[in-house]
T-cell receptor, first 112, second 114 residues
Framework: GQNIDQPTEMTATEGAIVQINCTYQ??????LFWYQQHAGEAPTFLSY????GLEEKGRFSSFLSRSKGYSYLLLKELQMKDSASYLCAVRDGRSGNTPLVFGKGTRLSVIA | DGGITQSPKYLFRKEGQNVTLSCEQNLNHDAMYWYRQDPGQGLRLIYYSQIVNDFQKGDIAEGYSVSREKKESFPLTVTSAQKNPTAFYLC?????????????FGEGSWLTVV
């Protein structure tokens, strides 16, 4: 079976750092993706990890541990516009066009 | 500009009616996908197509049908057999089989049963 878990909601203060965790149990693993989704809009791509370690991209970083089935998305210097849902997704098949399996998303609220 | 176009943006359906959501892409992508999203939920896969004239069921295909007669087009029909169709529907496509490729989403279609 496939199972991807994320916290349902998180709240953080403007200017702070927040870490959103994702654990997964899938039949295979061929990469983990993070997306940002504002209410009523389509998700937008944030990051991709396939090897263990940290990938940094500006204020956003994503970490992966394949042995633990664990990833996190780190958002630094939070801004009000970062209030959104953050979706963790796994490609669990060998082929690069295997559909992504999504978690339920974490709704982040950034407060002043 | 290249992209994925979904239409209509908003659609109201009466109970017992079939409706079709359009998804067109001019990105020359081979693979296309349909996901459904309910309020406060993640995306669930309905159908996908990795090549023209071929498609596969996803996790929640019951009550839906698709076709892939052209590379650019992957319409989704929500049939009367789908008992709870009110949701946000997202179409996506993928450039090729390169493992690190992300999928590209259309803007989505809101379907409401009235």
């Amino acid at each position: 079976g496939q199972n991807i878990d994320q916290p349902t909601e998180m709240t953080a203060t403007e200017g702070a750092i927040v870490q959103i965790n994702c654990t997964y149990q899938t039949s295979g693993f061929n990469g983990l993706f993070w997306y940002q989704q504002h209410a009523g809009e389509a998700p937008t791509f944030l990051s991709y990890n396939v090897l263990d370690g940290l990938e940094e991209k500006g204020r956003f970083s994503s970490f992966l541990s394949r042995s633990k089935g664990y990833s996190y998305l780190l958002l630094k210097e939070l801004q009000m516009k970062d209030s959104a849902s953050y979706l963790c997704a796994v490609r669990d098949g060998r082929s690069g066009n295997t559909p992504l399996v999504f978690g339920k998303g974490t709704r982040l609220s950034v407060i002043a | 500009d290249g992209g994925i176009t979904q239409s209509p943006k908003y659609l109201f359906r009466k109970e017992g009616q079939n409706v079709t959501l359009s998804c067109e892409q001019n990105l020359n992508h081979d693979a296309m996908y349909w996901y459904r999203q309910d309020p406060g939920q993640g995306l669930r896969l309905i159908y996908y197509s990795q090549i023209v004239n071929d498609f596969q069921k996803g996790d929640i295909a019951e009550g839906y049908s698709v076709s892939r007669e052209k590379k650019e087009s992957f319409p989704l029909t929500v049939t009367s057999a789908q008992k709870n169709p009110t949701a946000f529907y997202l179409c996506a496509s993928l450039p090729d089989r390169t493992v690190g490729n992300t999928i590209y989403f259309g803007e989505g279609s809101w379907l409401t049963v009235v």
